[in-house]
């Protein structure tokens, strides 16, 4: 069974940075795409930016040239570095493995 955990999430002011981490088992990670999607009070879930598993990665247009996904695979482990965050960046980040979700991680963007 996959199993999903992401950590590295809190309070940040505008402009600063956080790194999101997605620790998984029972499976390889290696051998999928992962992906990061967020979720912000009163909207949908919206996907973030997601890597193949030749590495190739992809970004939503809010968060391009700010936001870096990348991959440990001797860790298992997915993350999501983010800068120059804003207000707007707030949310549940969770992590997705084909139909395998994590429970989230808060970030909150405030002064």
């Known amino acids: 069974q996959v199993q999903l955990v992401e950590s590295g999430g809190g309070l940040v002011q505008p402009g600063g940075s956080l790194r999101l981490s997605c620790a998984a088992s029972?499976?390889?990670?290696?051998?999928?795409?992962m992906a990061w999607y967020r979720q912000a009070p009163g909207k949908q879930r919206e996907w973030v930016a997601s890597?193949?598993?030749?590495?190739?990665?992809d970004y939503a247009d809010s968060v391009k040239g700010r936001f870096t996904i990348s991959r440990d695979n001797a860790k298992n482990t997915v993350y999501l570095h983010m800068s120059s965050l804003k207000p707007e960046d707030t949310a549940v980040y969770y992590c997705?493995?084909?139909?395998?979700w994590g429970p989230g991680t808060q970030v909150t963007v405030s002064s």
């Open positions: 029972g499976t390889i990670i290696s051998l999928y795409s």
């Open positions: 997705n493995e084909r139909m395998s």
């Open positions: 890597i193949t598993f030749l590495g190739r990665e």
